[in-house]
């Protein structure tokens, strides 16, 4: 997990079942087990009322434990891209009592939640519980171009190629951490690329 | 290390930055164009969530009133009703509007008042105990990001200042704050350094500006180092209950500064005894050493004034 | 530096009774300027001299913020009470001259909101009259749900009925007419806001099911001003000040300080806001917690009271004012 930061870095917690109508719950790869940890504590008939969007990844795995959980409604696909026009739909026509729970790589977790920020969901009533990579996406403040799976500091932004120091400090609203151009002062600095974000 | 310097706004000496609440100077019609000049390059530095338009027009209301009863010379507004005439004699407008209609006017009311007012605003929205930085126009910060910490909330905003989470110190602004009271704004000062008389130093320019840092030497420190200081002020708007943050920031250059003895002796010893994560965050590392030695000079040890609060 | 507010010098420009219960207030300013701008939920606190007596009480401004010529109120006639709304409606008269507070908005609409779903009891209407004006001159989308106890009490029904015809439904008690709670609730769209004002048991009950059914707390809103009760009359040292003060059957703790000449900050005067909170240096009985502030945890310790409300019982009490 994530050393000592700072208040802006997210702070994932354990899904737990929380009282409501309907439970959406959106995850990718190791993710899936987050959601069957809760189902271990989760009432009777609890995923009656769920609607799992799952994105499985290059192993593919746990698709057939979250099937076994019954849930009203399943899907998978093959990325977060493919998946969001559901997730937009489904939130776009869901009522109050709808929960969100939101479980998986950083990236996921942040992208989904950016979806239900929009749909007009305070993000303190979101549950999320982190599991898998820590890959960083990540917004370079100089051209604005968002950088995806980001494990090394520094890292090279894809979009302008500015070196950029990856920040602890993160936004919601673009689900990405921010990256200042380490050697600004002086371009012939070039600190070495450590893998840390894995 | 931090003084906790918050007091009521409310009017200074004539001719000081506080002869009026909100301070309209001789570079007005230069700030403005300089502000134009961002804009044009980059208007992610003004932005305003959906639900903050109210407070566009609180903040509209109260720039309006402040500049007109500071500056009569230069501003008028003249309100019947809904009905507004607002002119604006140093930059050449004459605009009539309806408060509260977006549609009559060329911009965001946020937008419209802040290229035709001094200094960074951050418009703050009050919820569940807390400020959300849900709007501003920002061209002359810092090095922070308005892109990028719009949308979050007053610890959020400052997480990546040091030391000073710690100590208790946010948690005890925010309560101040979000008890502040429609007609009592208060005010706080905060400082910096920047290199060369330069408004502009955001995060989203920094490859621009951060050479400068380099280019300090011992010849040229009092021609190029410049404090920085921040006036920031506090304001609870009326209709949509949030508050305004005014950032207005003065620049003076160190050969101008040093000309009262009093203020270089402070310098020298503020900045030579500045914990060194400050030092680090406020981005003095690079020519820290250079600027203390040309300041030792004109220190000669006799006390300074107590200062504030005391 | 204090908190609290700024002071309003007012005349009353009419006195219009509204039902048997109810009478409203109308204040322009002294001064013949306009009021300051207001958000819808705002309150002011009206200072009442009577007398010897000053009792100050919150009361939710209802006219529309657009319009700030005058402020009205509502007051409704308590006849059990300390005797704040019995002076208003006994002695307040068109040109009376009066003081009120600054307004203050503790119970502010969420303007992120997609909807907002207001709920009100009683007298609780009044912060919603502000509030639909605000939204309703902006095309905001909201819906009002009004239970009052006959359609004679039903006050300020009648306008609301016209001004917004369907997005306003009304239950009555003596018709047995209720709302459905629990379908009202989940049948919101997402984002939906909601907001309760009325007698505590119905805020109590509207909180419950709407954190039943799975609407998040930061969705739910409520007004709960508590009336300072009478009580016994109780003695009371300030330590800091030095003065040893008595509160009186018909005081309110905080009065009875304020009258010994100590000024402690406030802007509720109704147990929400957390301003006047007091530390307690020694006690010997019971404290009687009326305050929404303090947390049960609190309560319990002894060590703080919110003297706008909450009262004493017992030998001593010591207080760091």
């Known amino acids: 997990m994530a050393a000592k930061s700072i208040i802006s870095r997210p702070v994932y917690g354990t899904l737990s079942p929380q009282p409501g109508k309907h439970h959406l719950f959106v995850a990718d790869a190791d993710g899936a087990l987050a959601i069957t940890d809760l189902a271990a504590k989760a009432p009777d008939g609890f995923f009656a009322d769920a609607h799992i969007i799952f994105i499985p990844g290059n192993e593919g795995q746990h698709v057939a434990a979250l099937e076994a959980l019954k849930p009203a409604q399943f899907y998978q696909g093959p990325s977060f891209a493919s998946a969001l026009p559901r997730l937009k739909q489904t939130l776009a026509n869901a009522h109050m009592g709808l929960r969100p729970y939101l479980a998986g790589t950083e990236g996921l977790i942040g992208q989904a939640m950016q979806a239900a920020l929009e749909a007009g969901i305070d993000h303190t009533s979101i549950q999320t519980e982190h599991r898998g990579s820590l890959a960083r996406r990540v917004q370079c403040v100089h051209c604005k171009g968002i950088t995806e799976s980001v494990t090394t500091q520094p890292a090279t932004c894809s979009h302008c190629g500015l070196l950029l120091l990856v920040r602890d400090h993160y936004s919601r609203r673009l689900a990405a951490f921010q990256g200042v151009c380490i050697n600004a002062e002086d371009r012939s600095e070039i600190p070495p690329a450590e893998e840390i974000f894995r | ?310 | 530096m204090s908190t609290g507010t700024t002071k309003l010098d007012v005349v009353v420009s009419d006195v219009v009774p509204v039902n048997e219960l109810v009478t409203r207030f109308h204040f322009r300013r002294r001064d013949g300027q306009l009021l300051p701008t207001f958000s819808g939920g705002a309150h002011v606190v009206v200072e009442m001299r009577d007398g010897e007596r000053t009792r100050l009480n919150p009361y939710s401004l209802m006219g529309s913020p657009l319009d700030t010529r005058e402020y009205t109120i509502s007051v409704r006639r308590d006849d059990a009470g300390r005797g704040g709304s019995l002076f208003m409606h006994s002695t307040v008269r068109p040109g009376h001259e009066m003081v009120i507070s600054y307004p203050v908005n503790l119970f502010s609409l969420d303007l992120r909101a997609r909807k907002h779903l207001m709920l009100a009891g009683g007298i609780g209407i009044t912060p919603f009259m502000a509030q639909t004006a605000q939204l309703a001159a902006d095309g905001g989308n909201f819906e009002l749900h009004y239970t009052c106890r006959t359609a004679s009490l039903g006050t300020y029904a009648d306008v609301l009925k016209e001004r917004y015809d369907r997005r306003v439904r009304l239950y009555h008690d003596d018709r047995d007419e209720r709302i459905e709670l629990d379908r009202l609730l989940s049948s919101q769209p997402l984002g939906t806001h909601l907001y309760v004002c009325g007698p505590s048991g119905m805020i109590g009950w509207v909180r419950d099911r709407a954190a039943a059914l799975g609407w998040p707390a930061e969705t739910v809103h409520f007004e709960h001003f508590a009336a300072p009760q009478p009580g016994a009359p109780f003695e009371v040292t300030l330590a800091v000040s030095g003065k040893a003060i008595r509160v009186g059957e018909q005081q309110s703790l905080l009065e009875a300080i304020e009258a010994a000449g100590v000024d402690p900050p406030y802007l509720c005067r109704g147990g929400v806001c957390g301003q006047c909170e007091t530390n307690v240096i020694a006690h010997d009985g019971n404290f009687i917690h009326n305050d929404h502030w303090l947390s049960e945890e609190e309560h319990r310790s002894c060590k703080k009271i919110m003297p706008c409300v909450s009262r004493f019982e017992g030998r001593s009490l010591v207080l760091e004012r």
């Open chain 2, 1 to 310: 290390m931090y003084a906790v310097n918050i007091e009521p706004h409310v009017v200074g000496p004539k001719g000081s930055a506080l002869e009026n609440l909100i301070d309209v100077d001789e570079h007005y019609v230069s700030e403005m164009q300089d502000r134009a000049l961002v804009l044009a390059e980059d208007p992610l530095r003004c932005q305003s969530l959906p639900h903050m338009t109210l407070a566009g027009w609180d903040l509209l209301e109260l720039l309006m009133e402040q500049q007109a009863l500071g500056s009569p010379e230069h501003f008028t507004l003249t309100r019947d009703g809904d009905k507004w005439r607002w002119i604006n004699r140093p930059l050449g407008i004459d605009d009539s509007f309806t408060f509260g209609d977006v549609s009559t006017l060329p911009y965001g009311p946020m937008e419209y008042i802040t290229r035709q007012s001094q200094g960074d605003f951050c418009i703050l929205d009050q919820r569940d105990g807390n400020l959300w930085m849900d709007a501003g126009m920002v061209t002359t910060q810092a090095d922070w990001s308005l892109d990028f910490d719009i949308g979050m909330n007053f610890f959020e905003w400052h997480a990546p200042v040091p030391l000073a989470h710690e100590k208790g110190i946010f948690t005890r602004a925010l309560k101040f704050l979000t008890n502040i009271q429609q007609g009592k704004p208060a005010r706080r000062l905060n400082w910096t350094m920047t290199i060369n008389p330069r408004l502009d130093t955001s995060p989203e320019n920094y490859h621009k500006w951060g050479p400068d840092r380099t280019t300090v030497t011992p010849e040229n420190v009092g021609d190029k180092v410049h404090l920085r200081v921040e006036l920031q002020s506090f304001w609870r708007l009326p209709r949509s209950n949030g508050i305004v943050f005014p950032i207005r920031c003065y620049l003076i250059k160190m050969d101008e500064l040093v000309t009262q003895p009093i203020w270089a002796r402070r310098l020298h010893r503020v900045i030579r005894d500045l914990p060194e994560e400050l030092a680090n965050y406020k981005g003095l590392s690079r020519y820290r050493a250079t600027l203390v030695e040309w300041l030792s000079k004109l220190d000669d040890g006799s006390p300074t004034s107590a200062g504030f609060g005391a």
